[in-house]
């Protein structure tokens, strides 16, 4: 059964980093595109970043480029989402994504940016 396990959210003040990991179980994880979703409240659910199997390509939301890093580790089965020079405006619920056939969620992890 397909099961995505987002750890590592937390409190952290403006301009700080925060690294968040999806731990990935019941498919084929290298053959899987990932993607990294946030929801701030009261806002629709955003696509912030995207890795392609091997981990060769990657796309990110124009909000984050330059600040957030998408990256997998396949023999792990983990995919990760570094956060630099974080912003009051990336404080959200993040959540990993996999689609096979239809979407699949974790639980998702919060994230807040506050001084």
């Known amino acids: 059964q397909v099961q995505l396990v987002e750890s590592g959210g937390g409190l952290v003040q403006p301009g700080g980093s925060l690294r968040l990991s999806c731990a990935a179980s019941g498919f084929s994880f290298s053959n899987k595109y990932m993607r990294w979703y946030r929801q701030a409240p009261g806002k629709e659910r955003e696509l912030v970043a995207q890795?392609?199997?091997?981990?060769?390509?990657?796309n990110y939301a124009d909000s984050v480029k330059d600040r957030f890093t998408i990256s997998r580790d396949n023999a792990k089965n983990t995919v990760y989402l570094q956060m630099n020079s974080l912003k009051p405006e990336d404080t959200a619920v993040y959540y990993c994504?996999?689609?096979?056939?239809?979407?699949?969620w974790g639980q998702g992890t919060q994230v807040t940016v506050s001084s």
């Open positions: 890795i392609s199997n091997s981990g060769g390509s990657t």
């Open positions: 994504n996999v689609r096979i056939n239809w979407d699949y």
